[in-house]
């Protein structure tokens, strides 16, 4: 059982404790959750400055913030390589929460999408701590995780495989770059600028409960009638 002490600041009790209340905030994301996040995200950051420039010389100015070319194309796959181990913590952390739930069918309607987009009060208590949208984005990360390894594998040891496979890796791991990017950028801008007050939940790890009924009033229910 998890002992929540109110008097102390919730920003303490996240080091170790989430889905709890402390006092006006509710705790989101404790430390050890914040911290592969921000692992997946330092290392997928290094991979993509240090894979622009080698992918093309419209992006050779990048390898600057790398320290230059050679040293892009020595880390790079070394920043991949983490950037999936970093992943796979993360997926296994995060799988119980995945779960796509019998009450959150109805979350594809377009009139819900809208009134999501609207910010309309959301009067009822459906869904779990992440919405349906966010549980596609994190298994497509994983996929994504996967193909950008296979196929940098491919590329980094090219010797031992078939000119085709070699090939077809290129091909994989542009096109993988190319979505994830994607997703990344929609992801950035859902998790800051379009949605205020959740990017807190990834440094302070709280969020406040008019944040949580709005977004999340499935999570926001069970978290409350625990107290
Ligand atoms: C500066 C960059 C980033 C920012 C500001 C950011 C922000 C956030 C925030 C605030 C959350 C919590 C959302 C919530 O509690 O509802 C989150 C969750 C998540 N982040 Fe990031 N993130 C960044 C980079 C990344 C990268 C690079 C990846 C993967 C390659 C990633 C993968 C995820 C996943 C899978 C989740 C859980 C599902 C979701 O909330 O969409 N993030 N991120």
Redesign the pocket.
């Known amino acids: 059982m998890t002992v929540v002490n109110d008097a102390q600041p919730a920003v303490i009790t996240a080091r170790h404790t989430d889905n709890v209340v402390v006092g006006d905030e509710i705790i989101?994301?404790r430390r050890i959750t914040r911290l592969m996040?921000w692992s997946?995200?330092l290392t997928?950051?290094i991979a993509l400055f240090s894979g622009m420039p080698i992918w093309t010389p419209l992006f050779a100015w990048m390898a600057a913030l790398v320290g230059g070319m050679e040293v892009a194309r020595i880390i790079h796959p070394y920043a991949g390589s983490l950037?999936f181990i970093a992943?796979v913590f993360?997926f296994f952390h995060?799988l119980g929460d995945m779960r796509f739930r019998s009450d959150e069918k109805g979350a594809w309607k377009p009139s819900k999408l809208m009134a999501y987009m609207r910010w309309e009060e959301n009067t009822t208590d459906e869904g779990g701590k992440?919405n349906p949208?966010?549980?596609v984005?994190?298994f497509a990360?994983c996929l994504g995780?996967i193909g950008l390894l296979l196929s940098g594998l491919i590329m980094w040891f090219p010797l031992y495989f078939p000119r085709i496979v070699r090939e077809l890796s290129i091909l994989l791991h542009d096109i993988t770059f190319i979505f994830?990017l994607i997703g990344?950028i929609t992801?950035?801008y859902?998790?800051?600028a379009a949605e205020p007050g959740?990017?807190r939940?990834?440094t302070r790890g709280t969020?406040t409960r008019r944040w949580a009924r709005l977004?999340?009033p499935g999570w926001f229910r069970d978290v409350d009638k625990k107290g």
């Open positions: 989101r994301h996040h997946v995200a997928f950051f950037f992943s993360q995060w992440f949208g966010q549980k984005f994190f990360v995780a994830f990344i992801h950035i859902l998790g800051t959740t990017f939940s990834m969020v977004h999340h």
